[in-house]
């Protein structure tokens, strides 16, 4: 049976991408060798890490603009100690916007280092909304949210303009959407969602904002090290960088972010569509806040539940069960998802 694949992370990839990936394990580049057994410094790979991380300046436009991608390890959630190790003075002092779960990780990390203020939180409401209007504090080094929240389907559409270095944890959304990528100093984003398999995190860093904290930071987790070194520190995730490669690769010929945000668009509104006109069903997200890339949604009457969990799975639609912290259901429609996938989805919410 096909199978339709909404899991939220690792998530969905493009078949070809697979089929290039499993061919890379026998038989790399015609070598006659696996990809997975040869060492991270013959050319052959420092190829694909060279690739990789120009294809990210490339699809976000950032190239020539004083930024430089890593391909680390540790996941997002490293990043969330890395970013304040990198960037939070001594006796300094960050904000941070308190959207979600991760969110809030991200804070706990950053308060073992130094001061840090919320600038909002929407966690009144369990995390539904993006808030809007807040002010961040005077003498603040820098500011840090998430632009989409896995968990709970809330995405920031426009983002504030701050006096301070800005920076985003990405890792539902990266590569989905235009944006002025220019404006944020540091981007991270775990591959895990959007971007490539599980066991390695991009980080997309402007140069200029380095080595200012005075802090003694442990070589793996300083920026610079890693940037010093072309993201070969010590031996990279070579698999995962590798299938991230072809992937953005594929992005880049399907016509780069333009392109799939358009199909991004088209997918997500033809599923909340259904969400608001399906009396059975209800978004949990504030309408305007709502993500392109988690649909997070209930059952209006729970004794339904197992009627529609049979339906859906006989469709073969996988991966729709909603976080463990909240319930319900969540559709991860990330670029990979092709519409026809969203499309059985939602004759299958007709049926119900
Ligand atoms: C999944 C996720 C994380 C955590 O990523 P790991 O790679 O598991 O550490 C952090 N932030 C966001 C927004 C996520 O979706």
Redesign the pocket.
């Known amino acids: 049976m096909k199978m339709h694949n909404f899991s939220a992370?690792p998530s969905i990839l493009p078949q070809e991408v697979l089929k290039k990936a499993s061919d890379s394990v026998l038989n790399f580049n015609d070598l006659n060798l696996s990809l997975l057994e040869i060492s991270h410094r013959s050319p052959n790979y420092v190829a694909v890490m060279d690739k990789a991380r120009h294809l990210v300046l490339e699809l976000l436009g950032l190239e020539g603009k004083g930024y430089s991608a890593l391909f680390l390890q540790g996941?997002?959630?490293?990043e969330f100690l890395m970013t304040a190790y990198n960037l939070l003075p001594l006796n300094g002092k960050a904000a941070y916007l308190d959207t979600g779960a991760?969110s809030a990780k991200a804070i706990k990390e950053a308060k073992m280092l130094g001061n840090v203020e919320i600038a909002a939180s929407s966690k009144d409401k369990g995390y539904n909304y993006i808030p809007k209007n807040y002010k961040i504090p005077d003498n603040t080094a820098y500011f840090h949210c998430?632009s989409?929240?896995?968990i709970h389907g809330t995405q920031i559409k426009s983002f504030p303009e701050v006096d301070a270095l800005m920076v985003c944890?990405m890792?539902?959304d990266i590569f989905s959407r235009q944006l002025d990528f220019s404006k944020f100093d540091l981007i991270y984003a775990?591959a895990?969602?959007n971007m490539g398999p599980?066991g390695t995190?991009l980080v997309v860093v402007k140069e200029s904002i380095l080595g200012k904290t005075e802090r003694t930071i442990p070589s793996m987790l300083d920026y610079q090290v890693h940037i010093s070194k072309d993201s070969m520190f010590n031996t990279p995730p070579v698999f995962p960088v590798y299938v991230s490669m072809l992937t953005l690769q594929w992005l880049k010929d399907l016509g780069g972010i333009e392109a799939i945000e358009k199909i991004n668009n088209t997918k997500a509104d033809l599923l909340y569509n259904e969400i608001d006109s399906n009396q059975n069903f209800s978004g949990t997200a504030v309408k305007e806040d709502r993500s392109h890339m988690n649909v997070t949604f209930v059952l209006t009457d729970d004794s339904k539940k197992e009627a529609f969990d049979t339906l859906c799975k006989n469709a073969g639609l996988s991966g729709l069960k909603g976080h463990r912290s909240v319930g319900g259901y969540r559709a991860s429609i990330y670029n990979a998802m092709p519409l026809e996938s969203v499309q059985t989805l939602v004759s299958v919410m007709q049926q119900l």
Do not use: E, H
């Open positions: 992370g996941g997002a959630s490293l991760w998430t989409n929240n896995t944890d890792s539902s775990g895990q969602k599980a995190t």
